[in-house]
């Protein structure tokens, strides 16, 4: 870890920023499930070991099954999820990998999403996602191990 206090320590007013994306991202509507997923998912791509970490914690705690979990990398492989979710999973690996695409989230993606949330979901679900996005970053700047607290 490259400092010697948590990132969310040294500066604590940026905590209340961040409940405030959770809560919003949170109380969208998005099911839960699906959070959790593009959570996972993002994290994932982005090498995030304490986010994937603590994202798969939290996912079990709200009933999420260790197959489900287990298979999240490799989702198109299996029949585990519902079309929503993986056309969740592909807006979460779309909007993640911005400079894999030229078309960044192609109109196909964003249609999928969109015929499996109503506008409220689907924003929740991509400020997730940019949430996910963010605290990555920040702990692959910092070297942020699993395990460690943020606070």
């Known amino acids: 870890m490259r400092t010697t206090r948590p990132m969310l320590a040294l500066l604590p007013d940026t905590q209340k920023g961040v409940q405030a994306l959770y809560g919003a991202a949170h109380q969208s509507g998005a099911p839960a499930t699906v959070l959790h997923l593009v959570h996972l998912r993002a994290s994932q791509i982005n090498g995030c070991s304490a986010c994937v970490a603590s994202g798969a914690k939290e996912a079990r705690k709200a009933g999420e099954t260790d197959e489900r979990l287990d298979t999240v990398?490799?989702?198109?492989?299996?029949?585990?999820?519902?079309?929503?979710?993986?056309?969740?999973?592909?807006?979460?690996?779309?909007?993640?990998?911005?400079?894999?695409?030229?078309?960044?989230?192609?109109?196909?993606?964003?249609?999928?999403?969109?015929?499996?949330?109503?506008?409220?979901?689907?924003?929740?679900?991509?400020?997730?996602?940019?949430?996910?996005?963010?605290?990555?970053?920040?702990?692959?700047?910092?070297?942020?191990?699993?395990?460690?607290?943020?606070?």
């Not at 990998?97 to 993606?109: E, F, G, I, T, Y």
Request: charged share 20%; net charge negative; proline share 5%.
């Open 73 to 151: 990398a490799a989702w198109r492989e299996t029949t585990y999820f519902t079309d929503a979710e993986r056309a969740a999973l592909a807006l979460a690996e779309a909007a993640t990998r911005l400079a894999d695409n030229p078309a960044v989230v192609p109109d196909a993606v964003w249609d999928e999403a969109r015929a499996h949330f109503d506008e409220t979901a689907l924003a929740g679900i991509v400020l997730w996602i940019a949430t996910t996005n963010f605290f990555n970053r920040l702990n692959a700047t910092v070297q942020h191990p699993a395990g460690k607290p943020w606070f």
